[in-house]
């Protein structure tokens, strides 16, 4: 999963833009084009600040091997 690309669909759901973001959660504006652009990979408590005051929060799935789907 690239968090940029789905920071973008959320920020399009949400109809909100990205200075918009930043400045709602407090976070620094450059920094956040990055992770939108996929040019740096944010850590997971920088995700949480981001996307909890939207309603969202992290999920974390284990992928299964050897599955098939009839």
């Known amino acids: 999963m690239k968090a940029g690309v789905e920071l973008k669909k959320i920020l399009k759901k949400e109809k909100i833009s990205a200075r918009q973001l930043a400045l709602r959660v407090g976070v620094d504006q450059p920094y956040l ?8 990979k944010p850590s997971c ?25 009839l």
Not at 33 to 40: A, E, F, H, R, T
């Open 33 to 40: 084009c990055k992770v939108l652009n996929d040019q740096i």
């Open 45 to 69: 408590d920088w995700l949480e600040r981001v996307l909890k005051p939207l309603g969202y929060e992290i999920e974390f799935n284990k992928k299964r091997k050897g599955v098939i789907k």
